[in-house]
Each structure stands twice: as structure tokens, then as C-alpha cells.
């Protein structure tokens, strides 16, 4: 019985999110706060909850002038990497509320992956095929982030600085606590379990 492409894509979507969950690594959770030092790697500073959604804002821009760039370096390729990895992990930035509700499941992991977007884009303005590109667009972001008073809006995240060497996962307890994030979760299983049912469970057509 041949399967619908559509179905085989969201299950490998499915299995890839569920192996990068399950693989053991470095978990940034012992050090949230500000109190204890991030793990051994490239530094990333923190960033303030006022300035995530500025920063989502232009990720794909920061994204688009790092993918043009053919002369990298290890630490280009480090936080370039990290933070794809970072946003992987906070399942694509599509849980709702993520970046602006301080009691979700997946604010912290959201501060890490634009944390991490924010040094790339300081990183490539010392890279001399990069440094034009990536000053205009830090005066964009900055003119935004003062129409917006972004530096003024905080949250208990807001003074946690990160690393390349530990990733944030969510804070899957949490989810249970967390209405929407449950309910998306909850209809996510539903819906593979539906899809499921139909193509290998459903009733076959009979055959001459």
C-alpha cells in the first residue's frame, strides 16, 4: 500500500524534531539566571524581552545576509549553526506565545535562538565581505528598538546570557501549566494519530 507524500513528509518532520529532542546535550537550564556563568563556548550576550521581537523581526534578514556569505570562519560557523540548531529545538519558533508570553514553555529557548541571531549579526560586522551589510542593517534594528523602547521591556529571562556550548531546551514540564502550548501539542498528536489511522488503518478497497 503506497503512502501519500504529505503524510510521509510530516511523519520524518515528526521523527526529526523527536530524535533532536531525545539526543542527550548540554542543557542551559542549570545556569538560568543570572547568577552562574554560561557553559564553556562562544559567549552570547543576553537579551532584553522588549528586544526579542524586534530581533524576530529581521531574523530572516540576518539569516539571508549569513547564507551569502562564502569566506567563513569557526566562530562564524559556530553561532550560525547554534542558532539554527537553538531555534530547531524551540520547535521552529511556532509554538504560540513564545516570544511574547513570559510564562510559556518555550520564552526561554525563544531568548536563546534570537540571542544567538543578534551576535551573528555583531559577528559578520567585523567580516570584511559582511561589515557593510551587517552595520546597515544593525541601524535598522537599532532605530526600531528605540521607536519601541524595546531595551525598557524585561522579563526573568532578560539578564540570562548564553553560550554555543549548551543548548536551551523548553521546559517540557511546563507544558501541562501551559494552556495554549498544551493545546497545540495535544492537537499535533491528534492529528498524526488521525492521518495515521487513515492511510493504515482506514478500509482498503477491495480488489477484483
Known amino acids: 500500500m503506497r503512502r501519500p507524500p504529505r503524510f510521509l513528509a510530516l511523519a520524518a518532520n515528526f521523527l ?4 533532536l529532542l531525545a539526543t542527550p546535550a548540554t542543557s542551559a537550564h542549570a545556569h538560568s539566571g543570572s547568577s552562574a556563568p554560561p557553559p564553556p563556548g562562544i559567549q552570547i550576550p543576553s537579551l532584553t524581552h522588549g528586544q526579542m521581537a524586534v530581533i524576530a523581526r529581521y531574523r530572516g534578514d540576518i539569516l539571508d545576509l549569513a547564507q551569502r556569505q562564502t569566506l567563513t570562519d569557526p566562530t562564524f560557523r559556530r553561532l550560525y549553526n547554534h542558532g539554527n540548531l537553538q ?3 524551540c ?4 509554538m504560540p506565545g513564545s516570544l511574547g508570553d513570559e510564562e510559556s514553555p518555550f520564552n526561554e529557548c525563544s531568548h536563546a535562538y ?3 541571531a543578534k551576535a551573528l549579526l555583531a559577528y ?14 544593525i541601524s535598522d534594528i537599532d532605530a526600531d528598538m528605540v521607536r519601541s523602547g524595546a531595551s525598557w521591556i524585561l522579563c526573568q529571562y532578560s539578564g540570562e546570557a548564553f553560550s554555543t556550548g549548551a543548548v536551551v531546551e523548553p521546559r517540557w514540564r511546563n507544558v501541562f501549566l501551559h ?3 498544551l493545546a497545540v501539542l495535544l492537537a499535533t498528536i491528534a492529528a ?3 492521518a495515521s489511522w487513515a492511510v493504515l488503518g482506514g478500509p482498503r478497497a477491495r480488489t477484483a
Request: hydrophobic letters at 60%; charged letters at 5%; zero cysteines.
Open 179 to 181: 494552556l495554549p502550548s
Open 124 to 137: 559578520m560586522a567585523t567580516m570584511p565581505t559582511a561589515a557593510g551589510d551587517a552595520k546597515a542593517l
Open 192 to 194: 498524526l494519530i488521525g
Open 16 to 19: 526529526l524534531a523527536t530524535a
Open 91 to 94: 520547535l521552529w519558533g511556532l
Open 114 to 116: 534570537l540571542a544567538t
Open 87 to 89: 531555534f530547531t529545538y
